[in-house]
C-alpha cells in the first residue's frame, strides 16, 4: 500500500477529506502533525514524512490576526514542503496552491511542480476532492521507454531503496521490470541478478516484481545473453519459477498486466532456447510451445495498449522481439509463409522503437547504438526473403556502410587498449 504524506497549514478540513478519499482508493494516507500545543516540526512528524513515498502539500496563505501582517505561508508548512522535496523525487511531492498564484511563492520554490486550486464557493469535501482527482492523474505509471533510458541511475536504486525510500513501491516495481531490457543491451544482466538478488526479501508489489525480474534475468545469465541454449536442467527449473503468476501482487492493473506480458514472453524465449539433443518431435513440441506463449503475450500486449495508448512505443519493442521468435517457429515447423509474414512485422516495430528512442533519447548512444544494431540484423534477417532485387541491395548497402563504422569505432578502441596493454607491459620489464 503507498503512503501519502499530507502537510497542511490552516486548512485541516480539506487535508482530512484529502486523507479519507485516498484511504477508499488504496492509499494510506498520513495527515501531518502533532499535539495541538507544537509550535515545531517535532520527531513525530520527521517520522510521519519519511514513511512516505508521496507527499501532498496543501500551501494556503495565513492571516495572523494578532499583528495584522499580511497573510503568508506557515513556516512549518514550509519546512515540510522543503524536506519532502528533498527526500523525494520531485515528481512526488504534488504541491496544491489553495487561492494561491505561483507567483505568490517563495523564490526558492519557484519551478517546483505546483497546481493552483480556487476553492472560493466550495466545500471542503469538493475542495479535496478535486485534489485527489489531479493526484490520481500526475501519479500515474512511469514512462517504460524513459525508464530505460536511467539505466545508470536505477541499477543502484534496488539496494538504497530497502535503505530509505526515494520512489514508491509501485514506482520501484515498474524500475525494476522495465530495466530488465537497459540490463541486457549494456551487458549487464549478472550486475542486476546479484543486485535484486540481494534485496529479494523485500515483500508486496515491489518483492513479485523482483522476484520475476530475477527469473527473467537468469535466463541470461545461463546462457550468457543468449549467446548458448538453456540447459535441461536450467530450462525446467527457471519455467518452474515462471509458473508462478507474480502479477496478482499488483493491485495496479495496467502494471500487473505488463508483469503477466513479461511473464509471457520469458516462457516463450525459453522455449525458442530450449536444450540442444532433442529429437524432432521434441523440438516441435519446443517451438508449438513458443508460438503458443508468444500469441498470449501479443494478446496481452494489444489488451493494454487499447486502454493505455501511452505505452504503445514500449509496446513496439516487446512486440518486435515476439514476432521474431514467432518468425523462428515457423521456419523451424516448415511454415516459410509465415516466417516471412513475422520477420517484416518485427523489422516494422524495431524501425518504429529505434527511430522513437533516438528521437526522444539521442543523448543515450550505447542503447541507440544497439537498438540501431538490432534494427540492421532484423533488416538483414528479412531481406534474404526478397524477391525485388533492388530493394536487397539497397539493405545491404545501407548495412554494409554502418558495418564500415561500427568496425572503425572497434578498431580505435582495439588500438587503445593495445596501448594500454603495452604501457603495462613496459613496467613488466
Known amino acids: 500500500m503507498e503512503s501519502v504524506f499530507i502537510a497542511w497549514s490552516g486548512n485541516l478540513g480539506v487535508a482530512k477529506g484529502v486523507a479519507s478519499l485516498l484511504e477508499e482508493k488504496g492509499f494510506r494516507a498520513v495527515v501531518g502533525g502533532g499535539t495541538p500545543h507544537d509550535m515545531f516540526i517535532g520527531t513525530q512528524v520527521l517520522s510521519q514524512m519519511d514513511t512516505c513515498a508521496h507527499a501532498i502539500i496543501l500551501a494556503q496563505k495565513k492571516n495572523d490576526t494578532s499583528t495584522g501582517e499580511p497573510a503568508k505561508f506557515s513556516e512549518n508548512l514550509m519546512f515540510e514542503w522543503g524536506y519532502m522535496i528533498a527526500r523525494l523525487a520531485s515528481k512526488n511531492v504534488y504541491a496544491?496552491?489553495?487561492?494561491?498564484?505561483?507567483?505568490?511563492?517563495?523564490?526558492?520554490?519557484m519551478g517546483s511542480w505546483v497546481i493552483p486550486i480556487q476553492s472560493d464557493g466550495l466545500s471542503e469535501s469538493e475542495t479535496a476532492a478535486k485534489i485527489v482527482e489531479r493526484f490520481e492523474v500526475e501519479s500515474r505509471s512511469l514512462d517504460k521507454t524513459a525508464i530505460m533510458s536511467q539505466w545508470k541511475e536505477i541499477k543502484t536504486l534496488a539496494k538504497q531503496h530497502a535503505i530509505r525510500k526515494k520512489f514508491s513501491d509501485f514506482e520501484m516495481a515498474q524500475m525494476v521490470l522495465f530495466s530488465l531490457k537497459s540490463a541486457y543491451y549494456h551487458n549487464e544482466m549478472p550486475l542486476m541478478?546479484?543486485?535484486?538478488?540481494?534485496?529479494?526479501?523485500?515483500?508486496?508489489?515491489?518483492?513479485?516484481?523482483?522476484?520475476?525480474?530475477c527469473v527473467i534475468a537468469s535466463i541470461f545469465v545461463k546462457t550468457d545473453d543468449l549467446k548458448n541454449r538453456l540447459q535441461i536442467e536450467d530450462y525446467f527449473e527457471i519455467t518452474t519459477f515462471?509458473?508462478?503468476?507474480?502479477?496478482?501482487?499488483?493491485?495496479d492493473p495496467?502494471?500487473?498486466?505488463?508483469?503477466?506480458?513479461?511473464?509471457?514472453?520469458?516462457?516463450?524465449?525459453?522455449?525458442?532456447?530450449?536444450?540442444?539433443?532433442?529429437?524432432?518431435?521434441?523440438?516441435?513440441?519446443?517451438?508449438?510451445?513458443?508460438?503458443?506463449?508468444?500469441?498470449k503475450t501479443l494478446a496481452a500486449i494489444e489488451e493494454d495498449v487499447a486502454d493505455h495508448p501511452e505505452n504503445d512505443l514500449f509496446a513496439s519493442l516487446m512486440r518486435s522481439y515476439q514476432y521474431r521468435n514467432q518468425a523462428k517457429a515457423h521456419r523451424e515447423l516448415g511454415d516459410?509463409?509465415?516466417?516471412?509474414?513475422?520477420?517484416?512485422?518485427?523489422?516494422?516495430e524495431r524501425e518504429r522503437f529505434y527511430f522513437g528512442y533516438k528521437s526522444s533519447f539521442p543523448d543515450d548512444a550505447v542503447l541507440?547504438?544497439?537498438?540501431?544494431?538490432?534494427?540492421?540484423?532484423?533488416?538483414?534477417?528479412?531481406?534474404?526473403?526478397?524477391?525485388?532485387?533492388?530493394e536487397k541491395r539497397r539493405i545491404m548497402t545501407t548495412v554494409?556502410?554502418?558495418?564500415?563504422?561500427?568496425?572503425?569505432?572497434?578498431?580505435?578502441?582495439?588500438?587503445?587498449?593495445?596501448?594500454?596493454?603495452?604501457?603495462?607491459?613496459?613496467?613488466?620489464?
Not at 242 to 251: I, M, N
Not at 336 to 343: F, G, N, P, S, T
Open 96 to 109: 496544491f496552491l489553495l487561492d494561491t498564484g505561483e507567483r505568490e511563492l517563495p523564490s526558492d520554490l
Open 193 to 213: 541478478f546479484q543486485g535484486l538478488s540481494y534485496t529479494g526479501t523485500i515483500a508486496g508489489m515491489l518483492g513479485a516484481a523482483i522476484e520475476e525480474a
Open 242 to 251: 515462471l509458473s508462478k503468476e507474480f502479477e496478482k501482487e499488483f493491485d
Open 254 to 295: 495496467s502494471l500487473a498486466n505488463w508483469a503477466k506480458i513479461l511473464r509471457f514472453d520469458a516462457i516463450s524465449l525459453c522455449n525458442v532456447i530450449a536444450p540442444e539433443g532433442l529429437d524432432q518431435s521434441e523440438r516441435d513440441y519446443y517451438w508449438k510451445e513458443s508460438l503458443s506463449w508468444g500469441e
Open 336 to 348: 516459410e509463409a509465415k516466417a516471412v509474414e513475422y520477420l517484416g512485422l518485427s523489422v516494422k
Open 368 to 390: 541507440c547504438s544497439k537498438l540501431a544494431q538490432e534494427y540492421y540484423l532484423s533488416l538483414l534477417e528479412r531481406a534474404r526473403f526478397e524477391g525485388n532485387p533492388i
Open 400 to 429: 554494409e556502410k554502418l558495418m564500415v563504422s561500427w568496425r572503425e569505432d572497434f578498431e580505435r578502441q582495439q588500438a587503445l587498449l593495445d596501448m594500454v596493454k603495452s604501457a603495462y607491459d613496459a613496467l613488466l620489464e
